[in-house]
């Protein structure tokens, strides 16, 4: 077989991260890691704060607060007045289900391509409100057109208040075509929340274009921002519907900020997110884009030929920016939660190596990343130890 040559590295990036140095991190699209330059930057904002905690929280912090969302927003393609910070995408996910009002006969339809803990958030709102959760199959493989036609299927208008798609999912790394569906609930008048966790920094987006209802996004994965730090987008016939989930002080200031200003937390890390902006731009964000995703194509291909997949069985996420790749494990292997876990934890444990293992639809899927401070080697080593680890059960 051959496999694709890796990208060239980009030099000197391993040393802008604190990364354990005897650890293949190849787990990026999970918690995101933070250049030490942003982190040096949240931690001068946090001397700022513990000099004068009341005149960092009372003189100007609002002000600060919006002239970093205006920023964030911009980069986002998104419309800064639509856009509030939030502290990660499952709290956007959240603030949008607890505004919906949703009552009995109501319904939430989801893909079985979700993200988790957003599914539980559906299942609560829906048990509070007596609404119904409703989960649509989309297969692996299946195609944008093919993808747009399941969910203009499965749209009830009138009953279904809410469409939650992922732009990158989490379990499967695959993209969907969110403007396309989002064009499709228009049509039928239904809502859409675009859950776009991985989005921001890995994808070439405008949300403005996508044209959803509601949009989520971290920027502390792939933008390099402090964790904590996601944004909101509404449109403008919602933004007077949208409650926080924590009534505070902006309460009547009025769309973003009554959403933002949640008592006493720590703001820094919103207020350090464009210094994860400005790494990623001083890296160059194409560069960036293009190494990640190359990165991780290579990792699969060795991986998965190590494993014996053959390259036509390997999924193609679509798009030359998708920096997260999947590995089919071989059948019965991490096909339930618990059984990903504890596969997960072996690997980090006896192969130094940290990975995302998930069960779905009844197989068991290992999910590489690629990211500026990961080298080929890394992906080799894991190929090379893998299948012993396997074999041993
Ligand atoms: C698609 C998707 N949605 C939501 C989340 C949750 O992100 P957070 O934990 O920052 O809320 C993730 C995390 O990986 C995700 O992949």
């Known amino acids: 077989m051959t496999v694709p040559r890796p990208p060239e ?40 704060m513990e000099a004068n905690p009341l005149r960092f929280f009372t003189q100007g912090l609002v002000e600060r607060i919006a002239h970093t969302r205006r920023h964030l927003a911009t980069f986002l393609g998104a419309d800064p007045d639509g856009t509030a910070l939030v502290g ?38 829906c048990a509070r409100t007596g609404a119904t959760h409703r989960c649509l199959p989309v297969p692996l493989d299946a195609g944008d057109e093919e993808i747009v036609e399941i969910v203009r299927a499965g ?34 008048g239904v809502p859409v929340l675009v859950d776009a966790a991985h989005a921001p920094g890995m994808l070439p987006i405008s949300v403005a274009s996508i044209g959803a209802d509601f949009w989520v996004g971290n920027l502390h994965k792939w933008a390099y921002a402090p964790r904590g730090t996601a944004a909101l987008v509404v449109s403008e016939p919602w933004r007077e519907r949208i409650q926080p989930l924590v009534v505070s002080w902006e309460q009547h200031g009025g769309y973003p900020a009554r959403v933002e200003w949640q008592a006493t937390l720590d703001y820094t890390g919103w207020l350090a997110a464009p210094a994860g902006l400005f790494t990623l731009r001083s890296l160059g964000v194409d560069r960036v884009r293009a190494h990640n995703a190359a990165l991780a194509a290579y990792g699969q291909r060795v991986v998965g030929d190590a494993l014996g997949v053959a390259p036509a069985d390997l999924p193609d996420p679509g798009g030359p920016t998708v920096a997260m790749r999947l590995v089919p494990l071989p059948p019965g292997v991490a096909t339930t939660v618990d059984a990903a876990h504890e ?40 190929a090379i130890r893998l299948p012993t680890l396997l074999a041993q059960g």
């Open 9 to 48: 590295p980009i030099p000197g990036a391993r040393l802008l991260f604190s990364l354990d140095p005897s650890v293949s991190y190849l787990n990026h699209g999970a918690f995101g890691a933070v250049p030490i330059g942003v982190q040096r930057a949240q931690q001068r904002l946090r001397d700022e």
């Open 343 to 382: 596969l997960r934890a072996r690997i980090a444990e006896r192969l130094d190596a940290e990975v995302s293992v998930a069960g779905w639809n009844g197989r068991g899927w290992l999910r590489l990343c690629g990211q500026v401070y990961n080298t080929p080697e890394e992906y080799d080593r894991l």
């Open 155 to 188: 749209l009830r208008p009138g009953r279904t208040r809410l469409l939650i798609v992922d732009q990158l999912t989490s379990p499967t790394a695959k993209l969907f075509p969110t403007a396309a569906i989002a064009g499709v609930a228009r049509e039928r």
């Open 88 to 125: 990660n995408a499952t709290t956007g996910a959240a603030v949008v289900l607890q505004s919906l009002g949703l009552r009995a006969d109501d319904e939430v339809l989801t893909t079985d391509h979700g993200y988790g803990a957003v599914a539980f958030a559906v299942e609560r709102e």
